[in-house]
């Protein structure tokens, strides 16, 4: 009978809600899905470039954007299964990631110093929405989250520093 069943186990943040209220949790999942979209849409960027970029730099090039999209790949492997953690359903379609970044698809076909230029604001634009997600991370008492975003921040840091030097 029902009454010797084992109660279902709690979700396992359920001290972020433990007030009753989500206590930033789904804006933490928003947050989260938004930097998805973000990482994705930059990672097919990267990629598109380490195909079409041609020029005196391509060798460099080539490589530097293969070793960005690889990262780029793994991180949105994370940062999708950090939302799954949260009890959030992942973002996972071009739609959906279009409708979430910030970055914007390319019509063209840029030369290889604008496609660095390009990656640069790209860099920054996701730089710019890891940081967005941190007061509903803090409201949440979002420890891992708040590691994950770290962790981004400074890959993507790093990776503009990169991109900038070839413009120097
Ligand atoms: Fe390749």
Redesign the pocket.
Known sequence: MTSSQAPPPAPMDSSIAADGKDGGRQATADGLSRLLADSYTLYLKTHNY??NVTGPMFPSL?LLF?TQYLELAVAGDLIAERIRALDQPAPASYGEFARRTAIDEDDDQPDATEMVRRLVAGQHAVIRTAKAVFPAVEQAHDEPTADLLTQRIQAHEKAAWMLRSVLA
Do not use: C, F, K, T
Request: glycine share 0%.
């Open positions: 380490h195909w080539h293969e």
